[in-house]
């Protein structure tokens, strides 16, 4: 049982660890979260049998960098946005364009005729 919870907060600590380093890194908190968890219950297991692993600490040790990096990134990122109007521009354009092309195609009614419904 203490194998399994110490082998649980080192994957998810692993885990926060690299979605921590990535843009999304809002979504490290669940994993983290969930190797604090599994390293304490882990720690409180290995606490009764008297043998604490320094495992159980090195997972501790990536959380809270997981923790920390989330942290700085979620206070000291700025979400940018550039040029909108020229986004807004090409978007109404290719709407105009897709108009056009549809009012050009012809169906005669003989074709709409032969399609069963």
Known sequence: MKKTFTILAVIASVFAIILAVLPASNLA??????ALVFGLVAFYLSKKTGQVKKIIQFSFLL????????????????????????????????????????????????ELEDVEI
């Open 63 to 110: 959380t809270i960098m997981a923790l920390a990096l989330t942290t700085y990134k979620a206070v000291f990122t700025e979400t940018k946005l550039e040029n909108t109007k020229e986004l807004e521009a090409t978007e109404t354009k290719s709407e105009e364009e897709a108009i056009e092309e549809l009012e050009e195609i012809d169906f005669e009614e003989s």
């Open 29 to 34: 908190i669940i994993p983290s979260v969930l």
